[in-house]
């Protein structure tokens, strides 16, 4: 099987993960796709707006299984359940256990710092890497981006494919920046999403 792996803090999911995910299920063929909402993140601080159940619940709620596509997509608690931190590598080894074939799907703005990430090299080994672009001015910096995909070609025998997408422009920090001021985010989130923040657990909204 070929299996997509998905990865971030997720705090909100919102539409341009949604977006990226579903673009990279039909573009990579994927059998399947896992998204694995960060357990302690290694690369950032999880925002205290969100508990981890909320963040996992939202990512359930912006896959519901209402289509041939979101049923490919699952979303899993591996990293969530894990008491130490959430390596992308730990994840792989993991998933990578029934023989897969793996492929990791990254945003730009992460992979541009991929040679930072733990056992970084080994990764590259470990899966083809499948890259979402985040924005438009990604677009001006497309040549840094494809500099620095030969740059890993070369150096490590990086596998990495582009995906043909038009991005999503929204983030995290721009979702709870707007929640803060009590601004509507409809239009950012998935509908599930809406109603969790409307309605779920978290009283602060
Ligand atoms: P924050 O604003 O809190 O830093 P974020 O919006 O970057 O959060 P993450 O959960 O950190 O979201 O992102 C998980 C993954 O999704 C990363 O690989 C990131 O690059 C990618 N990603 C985030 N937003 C988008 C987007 N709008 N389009 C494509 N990929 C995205």
């Not at 492929?103 to 499948?130: I, P, Q």
Request: glycine fraction near 6%; aromatic fraction near 10%; charged fraction near 30%.
């Amino acid at each position: 099987m070929r299996v997509g792996i998905f990865g971030g803090t997720f705090a909100p999911i919102h539409n341009g993960h949604v977006n990226a995910a579903h673009q990279f299920v039909k573009e990579c063929k994927l059998d399947r796709l896992y998204v694995i909402p960060a357990g302690t993140p290694p690369h950032k601080k999880a925002p205290e707006m969100f508990s981890s159940q909320d963040r996992l619940e939202m990512a359930r709620l912006a896959f519901p299984k209402d289509d041939a596509l979101n049923e490919k997509i699952e979303v899993s608690d591996f990293e969530i359940n894990r008491k130490e931190k959430s390596y992308t590598y730990n994840t792989l080894l993991e998933f990578s256990k029934d023989g897969d074939e793996l492929v990791l799907l990254c945003g730009t703005d992460m992979f541009m710092s991929f040679d930072s990430w733990y056992r970084f090299k080994e990764l590259f080994g470990m899966c083809t890497l499948c890259l979402a672009l985040r924005n438009n001015s990604d677009t001006e910096n497309l040549k840094a981006i494809k500099e620095k995909k030969s740059e890993f070609e070369k150096k490590y025998g990086a596998k990495i494919l582009m995906l043909d997408m038009k991005p999503f422009e929204v983030s995290s920090t721009e979702v709870r920046d707007l929640i803060s001021k009590g601004k509507n985010i409809s239009n950012l989130v998935p509908a599930g999403v809406w109603e969790f923040l409307k309605n779920g657990s978290n009283r602060n909204i």
